[in-house]
């Protein structure tokens, strides 16, 4: 009698290699997945924790490094949208770069006005003259968006969203210490004015646009894939006049207060 000859038929290898197929799939679509949420869930980490650093380096004002003693801090400037980049260079389109600014002003009388008003008597501005030239006033911070997320806005146009553009300033006053949060939809060229403006321009870069300037709630809506199409996006308030580094909040993507879901 003939022995059996063992091994497996052509029918059950490729079953064998279509299966390992499948699994090894799963498991590379699973992992990249996994990557992909650790690096958005970081980028949205990111640019909450920038937004709160602006109050806690608005509170304490040791750390802004301005060396002018005639002069006191006051504040932060951040900027969405410009033009230029600190070096003068111009910013490719669509590409999202936030630029922060230390706020100082003249020492003196605070009169009894609003603190808008305040700001206007005491000169604020993130320029100031040095020599012949004019120079920022203190530490200026360039932020970028981690792992090329956007930052847009709630609305959605033809085009896809749109990047979000306008100016944030976050100052404490300067007799109670009270931090108020104030925005203004348009973009304040800092960069294109130290590079391009008259001396006067640089001069009122700010005072000229304070009355501008309104209390709000804004919403920062995080796109993983930059300015591409997505249908996550995740959602970072700034509740109006947020006094502290609280007021900045990150709404669950799955809530029905996400303003920035489709």
Request: proline residues 2%; glycine residues 10%; positive net charge.
């Amino acid at each position: 009698m003939k022995g059996r000859k063992s091994g497996f038929t052509l029918v059950e290898v490729l079953l064998f290699l279509a299966v390992t197929a499948l699994l090894f799939l799963g498991v590379t679509l699973g992992v990249r997945g996994s990557i992909f949420q650790q690096r958005y869930n970081d980028s949205v980490q990111s640019f909450a924790e920038f937004l709160r650093n602006a109050y806690s380096e608005t509170a304490n004002v040791e750390h802004t490094g301005t060396g002018r003693s005639e002069q006191a801090v006051y504040g932060k400037l951040i900027t969405f949208g410009e033009t230029y980049d600190l070096y003068g260079n111009k910013i490719p389109n669509g590409e999202n770069r936030v630029f922060s600014y230390t706020l100082i002003g003249k020492i003196g009388s605070i009169g009894s006005g609003n603190i808008i008003s305040t700001l206007k008597n005491l000169g604020v501005n993130v320029l100031v003259k040095e020599g012949s030239s004019y120079v920022f006033a203190g530490i200026t911070q360039d932020y970028t968006p981690r792992w090329g997320a956007g930052i847009q806005t709630t609305k959605e146009y033809a085009d896809g969203y749109q990047l979000f553009k306008g100016t944030l300033l976050v100052v404490r006053h300067p007799r109670s210490g009270t931090m108020y949060t104030y925005f203004y939809d348009t973009t304040i060229e800092v960069n294109e004015t130290l590079k391009t403006g008259s001396e006067q321009a640089k001069a009122e870069l700010l005072v000229s646009k304070l009355d501008e300037f309104k209390a709000r709630e804004i919403d920062f809506c995080i796109n993983p894939l930059g300015n591409a199409k997505s249908d996550t996006r995740r959602d970072i308030r700034l509740v109006e006049n947020a006094r502290n580094a609280s007021g900045v909040e990150i709404i669950n993507q799955d809530s029905v207060d996400n303003r920035c879901k489709k």
